[in-house]
């Protein structure tokens, strides 16, 4: 059985940093890209990062170019969202996914993680 879990949200004031983690399980990480994406109270839930499966390209979500940064550690089958500069529109749920293109369109993702919060205050 295939599981995501993401870890590592919280509460931090505007400007703080923190760092997600998406663990896979059931799989190899390896042998796919993995995603994250994000979705704020009443909203749609939209594309933030991407990695391909060797870690050797990422994409980035115009917002979030800059801040934040997408990396794996394929041995450890985890893949991480550092985020800094973080702003009260950051606040968001945010879900991990994995597939086999490193792509912005969240139906191409197969597996998804529960989410974990973010929340930044002002």
């Known amino acids: 059985q295939v599981q995501l879990v993401e870890s590592g949200g919280g509460l931090v004031q505007a400007g703080g940093s923190l760092r997600l983690s998406c663990a896979a399980s059931?799989?190899?990480?390896?042998?796919?890209?993995v995603a994250w994406f994000r979705q704020g109270p009443g909203k749609e839930r939209n594309f933030v990062a991407t990695?391909?499966?060797?870690?050797?390209?990422?994409n980035y979500a115009e917002a979030v170019k800059g801040p934040f940064t997408i990396s794996r550690d394929n041995a450890l089958n985890t893949v991480y969202l550092q985020m800094n500069s973080l702003k009260p529109e950051d606040t968001a749920v945010y879900y991990c996914?994995?597939?086999?293109?490193?792509?912005?369109?969240?139906?191409?993702?197969?597996?998804w993680g529960q989410g974990t919060q973010v929340t930044v205050s002002s």
């Open positions: 990695i391909t499966k060797w870690g050797d390209s990422t």
């Open positions: 059931g799989r190899s990480f390896s042998s796919y890209a």
């Open positions: 996914a994995d597939g086999i293109v490193a792509t912005t369109k969240r139906h191409l993702y197969t597996y």
